[in-house]
């Protein structure tokens, strides 16, 4: 893989990566031609300052608080109907007014969005069940507001503007695809939600020419039952027919281990196969430390129903039939190493087990999962985690550029889409270096 590298470049081991910048800026010596990012998911790719200093600002925005000290909101035209286990419904606008500064209730809505804490973390979330808790908690405190029409459109536009300032390229995104509400209270299907976020990514490459693209990944809650699978599984072959330029395939998203298997959904994710139809698995398996439970063996289930990546993988070191196999194949693991830490299955990165998969030659892509719940951005902080958490110390330029390669390499894009995005993607890392003078 190496050939790939020009030779001058390779010997350039004294460079090293700045941190990336946290401001806003666009800044040239931040791009380090980071290619795409194929791990992130839908409402979690925009800072969350942008959710309360935008989208709470607009009129119409209610919200209560729940008896266990978390926020719901919901646009409406009129007085909406109460939620249980919630307060009486404020109007955001209201409220505020009432308010000399409201600097405070803005800090605590943020807060109330992201696992970001000023507190000691370890304190804060002593163990991966008090910390998965609290990330669904902000979940459903950040619904309201991003399942809204108006919210929804430009939450996705200003996601796609976050990465593509920290110099993404292309981009598939794990999708719930949920109904998605007006003022009046009407909702959409997941079609038109779809064809929502075909809009906007046409917009915003007619907007920005060296953006490549965005492919989706259409995704369900692993908590429901059989039946409720079987018919997600129909919506997505669904949209893979009406949608083939954007849909990229199907997966399953909350945490695993509290989860049912792969395996307990075996019916409903063999209905394509048992039609003749195409729809290519991108599942998330092995984002565990637990050895031999029922979910531990959700990664050869994976690869038994020919996914296409896997995400996380971080339990593939204690495979190794399906990390054999995933290397003969060419099933790209995608790591996420922010989200691995903050997430509680490795403390120290240097111990990550991708440092093993990356000594090895292992198919690997980094990605950055769900930035805005973490109180990060983009994909140069994952980067940078890597490069020199678990890159070790002979991590060099020759490592971001593999990477960065492999992130078009193992996209889901046909192979003369590839060819595409790769020349693009030299056109800007010469940019980037010949910019920084190396
Ligand atoms: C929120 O962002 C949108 C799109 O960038 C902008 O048009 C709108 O004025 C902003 N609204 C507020 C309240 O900041
Ligand atoms: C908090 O309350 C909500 C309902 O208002 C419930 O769904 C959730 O599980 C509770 N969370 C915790 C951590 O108790
Ligand atoms: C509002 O309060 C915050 C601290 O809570 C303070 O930093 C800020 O300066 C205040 N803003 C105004 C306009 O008084
Ligand atoms: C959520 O926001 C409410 C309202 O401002 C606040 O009282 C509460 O402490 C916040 N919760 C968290 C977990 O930050
Ligand atoms: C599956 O879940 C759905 C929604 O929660 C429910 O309506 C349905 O009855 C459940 N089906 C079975 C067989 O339990
Ligand atoms: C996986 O791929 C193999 C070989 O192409 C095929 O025979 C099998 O039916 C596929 N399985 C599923 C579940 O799609
Ligand atoms: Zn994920």
Not at 12 to 23: D, F, I, V, Y
Not at 320 to 340: D, M, Q, T, Y
């Amino acid at each position: 893989m190496e050939s790939l590298l020009p030779t001058s470049l390779i010997l350039l081991h004294k460079w090293a990566p700045r941190p990336p910048q946290r401001n806003n800026k666009v800044d040239a010596e931040s791009h380090q031609g980071n290619g795409g990012a194929l791990h992130v998911h839908d409402f979690a790719m925009v800072e969350v300052e942008w959710l309360v200093k935008n989208a709470t600002y607009r009129p119409h925005c209610y919200m209560c608080f729940t008896d266990n000290h978390s926020v719901r909101f919901i646009f409406s035209a009129r007085p909406p109907a109460a939620l249980p286990r919630c307060s009486p419904w404020t109007l955001l606008e209201n409220l505020r007014a009432k308010m000399v500064n409201s600097t405070e209730l803005d800090n605590s809505l943020m807060a109330n969005m992201t696992l970001f804490t000023d507190q000691d973390p370890e304190l804060v979330y002593p163990s991966q069940d008090v910390i998965w808790k609290t990330f669904e908690q902000c979940f459903r405190a950040l619904w309201g507001l991003v399942t809204y029409a108006p919210v929804f459109r430009d939450y996705y536009y200003q996601g796609l503007s976050q990465f593509y300032r920290d110099n993404v390229m292309y981009m598939e995104v794990r999708a719930l695809l949920p109904e998605i509400y007006e003022l009046d209270g009407s909702t959409h299907d997941p079609a038109w939600t779809l064809k929502t976020y075909q809009e906007v990514t046409r917009q915003f490459t007619a907007e920005h020419p060296d953006f490549f693209g965005v492919r989706m990944i259409y995704t369900i809650h692993r908590g429901v039952n059989a039946s409720m699978m079987a018919g997600a599984v129909e919506e997505a072959m669904k949209l893979q027919r009406d949608f083939p330029d954007i849909m990229a395939g199907f997966d399953m998203v909350g945490r695993e281990d509290s989860g049912r298997p792969l395996w307990y959904f075996k019916d409903a994710l063999s209905l394509p196969a048992g039609r003749g139809v195409t729809l290519p698995y991108f599942f998330h398996a092995g984002e565990t430390d637990l050895e031999g439970s029922e979910v531990d063996q959700n990664l050869l289930d994976a690869l038994l129903f020919n996914t296409s990546r896997i995400g996380h993988g971080f339990a593939l070191l204690r495979h190794p039939v399906a990390k054999g196999l995933s290397r003969k194949r060419g099933v790209a693991v995608e790591v996420c190493p922010i989200s691995n830490q903050v997430m509680k299955l490795v403390k120290d990165l240097r111990n990550h087990p991708a440092a093993a998969l990356m000594s090895e030659n292992h198919p690997l892509v980094i990605s950055s999962d769900d930035p805005g719940m973490f109180g990060s951005s983009g994909l140069s902080y994952d980067f940078y985690e890597a490069f020199v958490g678990f890159g070790g110390m002979r991590s060099n330029l020759g490592s971001l550029i593999e990477l960065s390669i492999n992130s078009i390499r193992y996209s889901s894009l046909t192979p003369k889409q590839q060819q595409k995005a790769l020349a693009l993607w030299q056109r800007k890392w010469d940019t980037f270096v010949s910019e920084n003078a190396f």
